[in-house]
């Protein structure tokens, strides 16, 4: 059966988002117990303040791009439209990357804003050290939505795991160093907080590097890709109702 070859990639696709997203939760449980013994409950306060401001400014920048890009990159790469693929990509990187830029600066420039806004001023440190992270994922979530759309969940997995790791070991290591030098426990946060957006910059250059190494590979095509505002269009209709879901869950 010609939809057998299809099949496999999928399920196969599948086996390794599944393995990664296993091994991301055992690390995670490995950074959070012996966090909970370096930081007070203040400094963990600290820590999910941040985190809750950052979660729903991903949401917005990233809630439904990726899944939107994954299905149009899949949809012009069975086409053989190789041109119509990088099109696609590049618009929707440029929309990432604009998204996520808003969201940096948002979090950056308005830390303490925020902080109050959350009635938790002390959590000024942590909403900044994780500023970085809300720019890194989103050029980071086009990356994976292009490897989605080819079937490639490989990029994904690793990019994941060294997410994680590197929120483990960095992580781990600035909050003990900041608690063990006096800092205070909001520096502790933050310091904890800053491996997270240090793990998505090496995760989107990993991304990048794969990316490359994908594009030498690829044969040149002949098509006419289509026009810019219809693509766009395309992935707004498609973004925008799964985010407005995920953001209100």
Request: glycine content about 10%; hydrophobic content about 50%.
């Amino acid at each position: 059966s010609a939809s057998t070859p299809k099949k496999n990639s999928f399920f196969g696709g599948a086996a390794i988002l599944t393995a990664g997203i296993i091994i991301v939760k055992l690390i995670g449980a490995l950074y959070k117990v012996p966090l909970g013994n370096i930081l007070t409950d203040a400094g963990f306060a600290d820590f999910n303040t941040a985190y809750d401001i950052y979660s729903l400014l991903i949401i917005i920048s990233t809630g439904g791009l990726p899944v939107a890009l994954s299905k149009m990159v899949s949809e012009a790469n069975a086409l053989g439209r190789g041109n119509q693929v990088h099109k696609v990509f590049q618009l929707a990187v440029v929309a990432f990357c604009i998204l996520g830029t808003i969201s940096f600066l948002i979090m950056a420039v308005f830390p303490r804003q925020l902080a109050d806004a959350m009635n938790n001023s002390r959590s000024y440190w942590s909403i900044l050290a994780l500023a970085p992270a809300v720019f890194f994922i989103c050029p980071m979530s086009a990356l994976r939505g292009y490897f989605q759309g080819h079937s490639l969940m490989t990029p994904t997995a690793v990019s994941q795991i060294i997410e994680a790791l590197c929120k483990l070991g960095v992580g781990l290591a600035l909050a003990s160093f900041a608690m063990k030098s006096g800092a205070g426990e909001s520096l502790a946060a933050a310091g904890a907080i800053l491996g997270v957006s240090l793990g998505c910059l090496l995760g989107m250059v990993y991304m990048l590097f794969c990316y490359k190494g994908h594009r030498a590979h690829l044969r040149p095509s002949k098509d006419v890709p289509g026009d810019s505002r219809e693509i766009l269009r395309t992935l707004a209709k498609l973004a925008i109702p799964i985010t407005i879901g995920s953001s209100i869950i």
